[in-house]
């Protein structure tokens, strides 16, 4: 995702024009809403139960944090309303800037605070928890080597269908019919027992298209409005940070909680490399992802609602 999204921002930066056609997008889209919908597992609907002062503080927090800091960039930085929303929710960098986008938000203020989060998270918080445990340099992740590519998947039968949940989506007035529609189809199905694992080379080509569509967004944009909208966006994601160390330290105080596990559980980054970090240091890689999981589905899912009343009293895309 990352790789094709700066490599297109720098080229459109440059003055290279590059587009990715809406059709196509939108079909990723709905390989994103698949992917998005495996996650809600039977197990995941029971875990529910066993951390309810958790889940509750990770949902409350989540709203509070990203309401304040959309509050932020709209009066303060003159973002218009969808675009301050998009800038604001710390959840998935491909599918969120992609839907706000796709509804009239700007390319260039959406996706720089996201990515700057997503870097900060992915360089500053593994090196900062290690320092902090003592532990720094003691413990190596898990690697891949050798783990092969899936080239089938499993369950794909889903993907067949996702078209059905697209048009019905469509027909009931659901936001980004594409999105939810098929992450409404996986997400009964993976609730109905059924494995669903897309192939490697599909998630990456989902990845790739939404990620270059994104960069191409930045097409002559001249570099003063980036550092300009860079400077606001630094201060959003600091801003998103405090919040989010308030809520994992609530979820300390009430809960018990070793503090680090709990800000592993609700730090913005992505959920691979935060049940990765987890497993390394054996903090309770179980609380720490489903938790993770938890935020994503929850931001993803309200993500179109939000966007849909951000852009109500706005005139139409043409």
């Known amino acids: 995702m990352l790789g094709p999204l700066l490599v297109t921002m720098v080229l459109s930066l440059s003055g290279v024009e ?8 939108d079909i990723f889209k709905g390989v994103v809403g698949i992917l998005l919908g495996t996650a809600i597992t039977p197990e995941t609907l029971h875990r529910l139960g066993d951390w309810p002062m958790s889940l509750l503080i990770v949902v409350l927090g989540l ?5 304040g800091v959309g509050l932020f960039y709209h009066r303060l930085c003159g973002f218009d309303r969808i675009t301050a929303a998009a800038a604001s929710l710390p959840g998935s960098i491909n599918a969120i800037p992609a839907i706000a986008i796709g509804l009239g938000a700007d390319a260039q203020r959406t996706i720089l605070p996201q990515l700057l989060r997503v870097a900060l998270v992915v360089t500053c918080v593994p090196p900062i928890y290690l320092m902090w445990q003592g532990q720094a340099g003691a413990v190596a992740l898990p690697g891949q080597v050798g783990s092969g590519i899936d080239w089938l998947g499993e369950g794909l039968w889903v993907v067949l269908i996702a078209p059905l949940g697209w048009w019905i989506a469509r027909r009931i007035r659901l936001p980004v019919p ?6 409404v189809v996986a997400a009964g199905a993976s609730l109905l027992g059924v494995t669903v694992v897309l192939p490697d080379w599909l998630t990456a080509l989902t990845f790739l298209v ?41 979820i300390h105080q009430v809960t018990g909680v070793a503090l680090p596990v709990a800000l592993l559980a609700v730090v913005p980054g992505g959920i691979a490399e935060m049940a990765l970090l987890a497993t390394a240091l054996g903090v309770d890689p179980v609380f720490v992802t489903f938790h993770q999981v938890l935020r994503s589905i929850l931001l993803n899912t309200i993500a179109p609602f939000v966007f849909q009343w951000a852009v109500r009293d706005q005139p139409p895309i043409v």
Do not use: D
Request: hydrophobic residues 45%; charged residues 10%.
């Open 18 to 25: 590059a587009k990715i056609p809406r059709p196509l997008s």
């Open 63 to 67: 709203l509070v944090v990203s309401s």
């Open 178 to 183: 594409q999105l939810l529609g098929p992450m």
């Open 210 to 250: 939404l990620g270059t569509g994104i960069g191409a967004r930045f097409h002559n944009m001249r570099l003063r409005t980036l550092f300009g909208t860079g400077r606001h966006a630094l201060t959003g994601t600091l801003l998103t940070f405090f919040g989010v160390g308030l809520t994992g330290l609530a």
